[in-house]
């Protein structure tokens, strides 16, 4: 079965995370970054600092060969604190340092995975075009043989933290006349490099966490550029989409917890006909419902961090533990802005802040619907 006991190691690291954050990025200061479309960018080299982006990768590459239990556990803290500082350790470990490691060139491994973990790296991954949102195998941007390396034409949209990233990885159609998820190789492409450009896109939520159309023109990358094998980026990304799922499910259920208890702590205060809302069946029944909802999500992330942990077969439950998560993040808010009413509407208050963001949730890194494919599938449907 599996063991809920968090061991007293980790216990240490929640709580490290606990004093950083406060310190570091205490509530107020999120509004303001909100408010501002401002990133924290400073909370990636104190999480190098605590260790938090090295707990997954091996002692060999310099890592603290902490398995994925571990990182679940953080993630979730990180976002009930601040989404946003859960987002830029997802990309960070789940993505960037994942990739890097399961099919990184030597190179990009000893260059990359140390300032990585020092919190001293930012990726972004370009893989969306106005054309391929969640059927992503139809996307056009290519990259044409040079004599030296690569040349990259295209455009991307939507693509998180761009313009702050050291490096892009972009998915790329390397081979003619390829279709579909064939022919996609992963190049790793810095920021800076001529050619690219950049504009910025309104959007409703996440304003911590800007978005770019980026623009490829003739863009020249050499051979250490590609990442994995030559053709074979979406196999590559598949094999470690399960990170990225578990990462999303923490950073949901972190900020779905926090959800939860700002709207039982005012439905505590807030008195109207003599007495604490809290008091009414309805109220309660809505509370009751919101945490058994994060609870349940919580769960199906557990055991998708211990189904990686063991090296067990998990592709039902990444997109399991992804899906309900997500779900229960915007169910969790929707109710909390009914619970909080106009408290809750105010542009101060938290719970509207995370309402707007959990929207990305249920449709980014692969929607719901997508999700429930990949289940029906895995079920022999
Ligand atoms: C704030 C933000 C940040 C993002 N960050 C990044 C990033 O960093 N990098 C990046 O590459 N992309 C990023 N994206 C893009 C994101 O991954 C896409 O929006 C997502 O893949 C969905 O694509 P789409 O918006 O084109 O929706 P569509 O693909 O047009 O989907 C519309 C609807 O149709 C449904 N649908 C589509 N196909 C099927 C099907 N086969 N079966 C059932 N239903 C289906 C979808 O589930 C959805 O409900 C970001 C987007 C946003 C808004």
Known sequence: MIDFEIPEEDRALLDAIDRMMAREFPPEA????????????????????????????????????????????????????????????????????????????????????????????????ALTESAAGTDAGAITTHARRTESGWRIQGRKTWISNADAADYLVVACRTEAGSQGSKGVTMLLVPRGTPGITMTGLDKVGHHCMPSYDIGFDEVEVG????????????????????????????????QAQRAVDLAVAHAKERRQFGQAISSFQAVQHKLADMQVRVNQARLALYHLAWLIATGRPCRLEAAQAKLVATEAFQFVTRSGMQVMASAGYAMESDMQRMWRDAGLYTFGEGSSELQRNLIAREMGL
């Open 223 to 254: 051979d250490d550029a590609v990442m994995g094998e030559v053709g074979q980026g979406f196999r590559h990304a598949m094999s470690t989409l399960h990170y990225s799922r578990a990462g999303q499910a923490a950073n949901a259920v972190g």
């Open 30 to 125: 999120y509004r303001q970054a909100d408010l501002a479309h401002q990133t924290p960018w400073h909370l990636l080299p104190r999480m190098g600092e605590l260790g938090l982006l090295a707990l997954p990768f091996p002692e060999a590459v310099g890592g603290l060969g902490k398995d994925w239990r571990s990182a679940a556990l953080v993630n979730e803290r990180l976002a009930y604190h601040a989404g946003i500082a859960a987002t830029l350790f997802g990309t960070t470990v789940s993505f960037g340092g994942m990739s890097l490691l399961n099919y990184g060139s030597g190179e990009q491994k000893r260059t990359l995975l140390p300032r990585l973990m020092e919190g001293r790296a930012r990726f972004a991954l």
